[in-house]
């Protein structure tokens, strides 16, 4: 029998600081620390995990990496397959991010039309628009924002004291009964 209070694919733990602290990415980027301890710590698979947490995990780094560099980085960096752009399109559909998603269509239907030229291409100039557009829909980081709000509307979302989160993660990521 699967204990809930146990198993990742019905929890998303997040600390007291993540949860409290005011600034919008504060819990976004809790969640997604998350994650990748489960990820990399736990050797989890990705459909091991809350579908929430991972959506917003995919969300979370297609961000980071199109704010950090535009959308050429995050195709260099994360060479994203189907399964992460259909879970940050999920995603984005699930927090209600309309223009976002709008955005991150386009960017989609542009990398699967255009493979060659993602794969060679430093900085292909026809992602530029795409990447102007993120920056202005996101000046007030309103997709943290969306974020934050959904996360704390899922099942098995749970808070920890900051005293207990390092060793609550670690103990979830060492309990993974497949590795």
């Not at 733990?13 to 504060?26: C, D, H, I, K």
């Not at 995050?74 to 984005?92: K, T």
């Not at 255009?114 to 920056?135: I, K, M, N």
Request: with cysteine.
């Amino acid at each position: 029998m699967i204990d809930p209070e146990t198993d990742p694919r019905q929890l998303i733990l997040v600390s007291a600081y993540g949860m409290n602290e005011p600034s919008p990415w504060s819990l976004p980027e809790d969640v997604f620390h998350y994650v990748q301890v489960m990820l990399e710590g736990g050797q989890y698979r990705r459909n091991e995990l809350a579908p929430a947490a991972v959506q917003l995990h995919s969300i979370h780094r297609y961000r980071g990496e199109v704010c950090n560099g535009g959308h050429s980085q995050y195709i260099g960096n994360v060479c994203p397959g189907p399964d992460e752009l259909e879970r940050i399109e999920v995603g984005l559909t699930a927090i209600g991010a309309d223009s976002f998603l709008e955005n991150f269509r386009a960017f989609r239907t542009w990398l699967e039309t255009h493979p060659d030229e993602a794969e060679t291409e430093l900085r292909p100039a026809a992602l530029d628009p795409l990447d102007s557009r993120l920056y202005a829909l996101d000046e007030d980081h309103a997709l943290h924002r969306l974020l934050k709000d959904w996360i704390l509307r899922q099942p098995g979302f749970v808070v920890v004291p900051n005293a207990d989160y390092p060793q609550r993660l670690k103990t979830l990521a060492e309990h993974n009964p497949l590795r």
